[in-house]
């Protein structure tokens, strides 16, 4: 069950703290990647990230536990954390909720946690969530960002989890042909790919910001 901030005295707490300052959960996700860009470059974006680092250091592993139970800015907020802080030890808990897919707009923040830790356990996770919704056509999920997200950790380790999906004939071509939602004849898997790279530089930049 989600929690939720409202009727929930420790998860509100949680959210005020780390949640909703500067609006940081509408922020951590795709518009990161401005933050990359020198032409867009600004000091609110230097404090931004070292917040998140500092931020990412300073939260306990119980109050991670507890965002991971709220709705998607709680989760959105609390995946980046893991992946800025490098805290592995919730690598099988961001599985199950990817797997899950309970709440919507959280699905890149498990995948750029997943990818940045970048083991073969992680693309196992993520190959376990395409095995599941590949299938269904009818799903608008995050197919593509877990897709980018194994790859980019193939493409690191040499590994082949995602040649399974991506062969002729394959589940990767026949959710492609058959969600009404992706354009005909289009495979998005390089955007997707370029879009985990870029994140999880950010996540190693933010990470190393003093």
């Not at 959960?25 to 609110?44: F, I, V």
């Amino acid at each position: 069950m989600i929690r939720h901030p409202h009727d929930d005295a420790e998860l509100s707490a949680l959210v005020r703290r780390y949640v909703t300052p500067d609006r940081r959960y509408l922020k951590l996700g795709g518009g990161l990647l401005r933050m990359q860009s020198p032409e867009y470059e600004s000091p609110d974006d230097d404090r931004f990230m070292r917040d998140l680092r500092e931020d990412a250091g300073l939260i306990t592993a119980d109050e991670i536990a507890t965002l991971l139970e709220g709705g998607w800015r709680e989760r959105r907020t609390a995946a980046w954390f893991v992946a800025v802080s490098r805290r592995t030890g919730f690598r099988e808990r961001l599985g199950e909720l990817l797997l899950a897919s309970e709440t919507c707009c959280v699905g890149l923040a498990y995948s750029v946690a997943l990818a940045s830790f970048g083991t073969a356990r992680d693309a196992d996770l993520l190959a376990a969530y395409l095995d599941r919704y590949l299938r269904r056509p009818d799903l608008a999920y995050d197919q593509t960002v877990v897709m980018g997200a194994l790859r980019f950790i193939d493409l690191n380790l040499g590994g082949d989890q995602a040649d399974r999906f991506l062969g002729p004939g394959g589940l990767w071509q026949q959710w492609l042909q058959d969600a009404s939602h992706m354009e005909p004849n289009t495979d998005p898997t390089p955007s997707y790919l370029s879009l985990i790279r870029r994140l999880c530089a950010f996540v190693d930049e933010c990470a190393e910001v003093g």
